[in-house]
């Protein structure tokens, strides 16, 4: 664990730690507020995000952002990562030993930004944080506690892409966040 970002950031310059090198543009670090109240995590870099070389620009990232929008939420106050930080290859999903491997560095980074809330941008980032057994399905929407940080469960922005429906979720649990963050 590195106490300071100039660090951690040297540390993942050119990581060849698993083989999602192979296959990437550039390594998607994560961005926003260093001291942000809210971190967003999502799954992993896509086409976009990988041209890029920043989280949730491509089509689910716009919704996003318009969801933000919403419910008042400024994309340059809050920070944004990823459970891998290179692109799988066909945005299949992170497999266990990348997982094992690119975790730390988001570790790191909620250390250094010791956020109050995070919210966890469906499947992967749930189960990956907070344990395989849990299911999107029933978690979303409902606050879980661990060893101080609030978690929000929510739906993955590209699912909202395939399932219009799910926008309302979406939207109802970002408000929760900001009405968490006026209260505390
Ligand atoms: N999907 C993700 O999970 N993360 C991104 O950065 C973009 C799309
Ligand atoms: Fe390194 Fe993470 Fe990229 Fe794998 S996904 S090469 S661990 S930065």
């Known amino acids: 664990m590195f106490d300071k970002w100039e660090e951690l950031e040297e540390s993942i310059k050119d990581c060849k730690k698993c083989k999602l090198c192979q296959g990437r543009q550039n390594i998607v ?23 890029q070389g920043e989280p949730f620009v491509g089509r689910a990232g ?22 891998v930080k290179c692109r799988p290859p066909n945005n299949r999903d992170p497999e266990e030993d990348e997982v094992r491997e690119c975790i730390n ?11 109050q809330v995070i919210v966890l941008l469906g499947r992967i980032a ?3 944080i907070l344990g395989k057994e849990l299911k999107i399905t029933t978690s979303r929407g409902k606050w879980i506690e661990k060893k101080g940080i609030q978690y929000m469960p929510t739906w993955h922005p590209a699912a909202l892409l395939r399932d219009e429906t799910k926008k309302v979720d979406f939207i109802n649990d970002l408000q929760k966040v900001v009405d968490f963050l006026h209260n505390n």
């Open 29 to 51: 670090f994560g961005v926003g507020n260093k001291k942000a109240k809210v971190m967003f995590i999502g799954e992993g870099p896509g086409a976009d995000e990988d041209k």
């Open 62 to 83: 716009k919704l996003m952002n318009l969801a933000f929008q919403t419910v008042g939420i400024k994309r340059e106050e809050v920070y944004i990562g990823n459970i």
């Open 105 to 115: 560095y988001l570790r790191n980074q909620v250390k250094l930004i010791e956020p």
């Open 126 to 128: 749930l189960q990956n």
